[in-house]
Structures are given as structure tokens and as C-alpha cells.
């Protein structure tokens, strides 16, 4: 099988870590890298003895799949031009700025036959990706990401910078029309809003009670699941999950005992399975993950939340 020729945009805090998975991946050859920087995308190119260039125009015709790790409000520009010229993207989140941006993009994509993946990155979790078999119908979702302050995501609030990672999971594992929300927060450090909390109510009943804060002095991201049969807990951060389940003997009169069990996961590489899926997407023709259209409803989620929040 022929390698997919792939080239990384954006290469500094995070694109770099882009650029070496390409590199390592036998699927892919990594043939160039590109940063309005050439300092930067020089240095990198280096590490990996390929192109460097700071226009991504001139890679079009030289590669079949990019990722895109440039600040949002570049995402619409950069990639309508690369999924018109029909070349496969990986797009780091949130998807754009705008959800009309996003909706043309994705229309772009279909357009094109692109495959369009968006960078939601905790859906590699091992822990997530654990609860394949366990999940049915959750009633009630709570989520906490607290973390300190990180200018690198300061150009957007909160619910785009951290709290749209649990939004889109939250989406996949409800798989229901959200029907309202509620929220609030406020500016603590920065000019957009650094905390904040939203209640989203679905249309099949299930509500999820979603924290986000990037003013906090130590770093947590736990998710807790509750369905009729069942309590989950998903640590993030230590790639822990706790499934406590109604078992057969009874704790009290008329009350069912409760059967635990705890996994521990190794650390692994989440970005390398989110690159590996989506270079396995372009190659089996299949649908990525987190397709465009995920990342369009979880934008138009976190859109609806700033608006309530009187930002956006």
C-alpha cells in the first residue's frame, strides 16, 4: 500500500507533536511542514529533513492529508482552501470561529469526498474508548475540567478553549437533540470568560451538568455517568474509569448491591491514535471518529453556551 503523503500547518507548542507522529507512522510520509514562522517551521523541517514553508498554499498538489494547527480564527480560512482542493484534513478544535464556517466546511468536504476529522482529542482516551460495551442510556452527566491558566488559549473563552472537549463527548454519549441550556460564568484573568458551568437538558431526557475553569491551581478532568443500571466515573488525566454496577444480592432490603470494577490504563498516545484513525479513514474510505459534522454540533453547542455567557 502506497504511503499517504502528509504535511503538518502550524508547527509551534502543538503542531510540532503533529509533525513527529506523521513522521513515525508507517502509513504516512511526512513531506513537509509549514508555519507563517519559516524560523520555526525551519527548525522543524530540520528535525525531520523535509520542506519547510510559510505559505500552505504551495502545498497543494504536494500532499494528499494536513493537519491543521493554526489559531482558530485561521481554521475556516486555511482549510476551505486545502478541502477544495481536495486534500484530507485533520482540524484542530474547536472547528472554526463561526458556525456558519463550520457548516461550509463541512459541505466543502462532502463536496470534495474529503475526509474531515476534527481534533477533539479526548475521544482517544483509552478510558473513553473503553466504555464502547458499557454505555446504554445515560440519565445524568457531570463533568468538571478545571486547569491553571494557560495563555496558548487565552484567544478564546473557556467553553471554546476546554469545556467543548466534554461538550462533544457529552453529545456522542447522550446521542440525543439537545432541547435547553443554561449558564453562566465570568472573566477572571483574561478578557473572555475563564469559568464557567452549563446545564444542557436533552430531548430524550438526559442532563448533563458540564464545569469548565482555567483558573484554578491544579489540573482535573473527570467526567461521572449515571444510567439506570449503573455509575461510571472517567478520569481524564490518569486514564482511570470506575464502572459500579446494580449486581444481584441486595446491600439493604429492596436495594441492589453494587459490583465495582476499576481499570487503570497506560498512559499511551492519544494523539498518535487520532492521527493513526484518520490516515486509517483517508485509506479504508471510512468515516473518521470525529467527523466534521461532530465538530459542527459541538461548536453550535458551545456557541449557544458563550451566547448565554454574553460572548461568543
Do not use: W
Not at 446504554?136 to 467543548?164: H, Y
Not at 444510567?227 to 488525566?237: K, L, N, P, R
Not at 483517508?282 to 448565554?308: C, F, Y
Amino acid at each position: 500500500m502506497s504511503k499517504i503523503r502528509t504535511a503538518v500547518i502550524g508547527v509551534g507548542y502543538l503542531g510540532k507533536f503533529h509533525a513527529q507522529k506523521y513522521a513515525q507512522l508507517e502509513s504516512s510520509e511526512l513531506v513537509a511542514v509549514c508555519d507563517a514562522s519559516m524560523e520555526i517551521a525551519q527548525t522543524i523541517a530540520n528535525e525531520h529533513d523535509v520542506p519547510a514553508f510559510t505559505d500552505y498554499k504551495e502545498l497543494i498538489g504536494k500532499v494528499d492529508a494536513v493537519s491543521i494547527v493554526v489559531p482558530t480564527q485561521k481554521h475556516y480560512e486555511v482549510a476551505k482552501v486545502l478541502l477544495e482542493n481536495k486534500i484530507h484534513v485533520l482540524l484542530e478544535k474547536p472547528i472554526t470561529s463561526t458556525v456558519e464556517e463550520a457548516e461550509e466546511l463541512v459541505k466543502i468536504a462532502d463536496e470534495n469526498k474529503c475526509v474531515f476529522q476534527i481534533g477533539h482529542l479526548e475521544r482517544f482516551n483509552p478510558a473513553v474508548l473503553a466504555l464502547e460495551n458499557e454505555l446504554e442510556q445515560p440519565l445524568f452527566i457531570e463533568s468538571n475540567r478545571i486547569a491553571p491558566f494557560n495563555p496558548r488559549g487565552a484567544d478564546v473563552n473557556v467553553v471554546l478553549d476546554l469545556m467543548i472537549h466534554d461538550i462533544d463527548i457529552i453529545l456522542d454519549f447522550a446521542r440525543s437533540p439537545v432541547k435547553n441550556i443554561a449558564a453562566n460564568g465570568v472573566a477572571v484573568i483574561s478578557k473572555e470568560i475563564d469559568i464557567a458551568n452549563a446545564r444542557l437538558t436533552f430531548e430524550n431526557g438526559c442532563v448533563a451538568n458540564v464545569t469548565a475553569s482555567r483558573v484554578s491551581m491544579k489540573s482535573e478532568r473527570i467526567m461521572r455517568i449515571f444510567q439506570h443500571d449503573a455509575y461510571i466515573s472517567i478520569d481524564f488525566q490518569n486514564k482511570k474509569l470506575a464502572i459500579h454496577n446494580k449486581g444481584d444480592g441486595e446491600m439493604y432490603p429492596g436495594i441492589a448491591s453494587i459490583e465495582s470494577n476499576e481499570r487503570t490504563f497506560d498512559q499511551g498516545d492519544a494523539l498518535y491514535s487520532e492521527i493513526e484513525s484518520f490516515l486509517y479513514s483517508i485509506s479504508s474510505d471510512t468515516p473518521p471518529v470525529v467527523s466534521g459534522k461532530a465538530g459542527l454540533l459541538a461548536l453550535q453547542t458551545a456557541t449557544k453556551i458563550s451566547e448565554l455567557l454574553g460572548t461568543n
